[in-house]
């Protein structure tokens, strides 16, 4: 069993940046991909970016030259950083989790999900 716990959302300038965490209890976080998904009001769910645990990377499209994903095995946490954000970045934030070796875009995919962090872009 994981639990995840994202943190560092909050209310940011258009143009601005922000990092947001995620914190995984449990072991063996190393063998965990990693990935993060948004939910703007009114809207469903979508994927952001995934890592797996060599440390590929992949993005959406609407994302893709502005975040970067990363982790940190040594502290079982999953960064977002978040750069040059836009109004339409304005959503919450999930962390989600699934021991295994690849990624994936699909909600389905992952096993555990934190309970988000809200991200506001004010224009």
């Known amino acids: 069993q994981v639990q995840l716990v994202e943190s560092g959302g909050g209310l940011v300038q258009a143009g601005g940046s922000l990092r947001l965490s995620c914190a995984a209890s449990?072991?063996?976080?190393?063998?965990?991909?990693m990935a993060w998904f948004r939910q703007a009001p009114g809207k469903e769910r979508e994927f952001v970016a995934f890592?797996?645990?060599?440390?590929?990377?992949y993005y959406s499209d609407s994302v893709k030259g502005r975040f970067t994903i990363s982790r940190d095995n040594d502290k079982n946490t999953v960064l977002l950083q978040m750069n040059s954000l836009d109004s339409v970045d304005t959503a919450v934030y999930y962390c989600?989790?699934?021991?295994?070796?690849?990624?994936?875009?699909?909600?389905?995919?992952?096993?555990?999900w934190g309970q988000g962090t809200q991200v506001t872009i004010s224009s």
């Open positions: 989600a989790a699934r021991n295994g070796p690849a990624g994936s875009s699909t909600m389905d995919y992952y096993d555990y």
């Open positions: 449990g072991r063996s976080f190393s063998s965990y991909s």
């Open positions: 890592i797996t645990r060599t440390s590929y990377t």
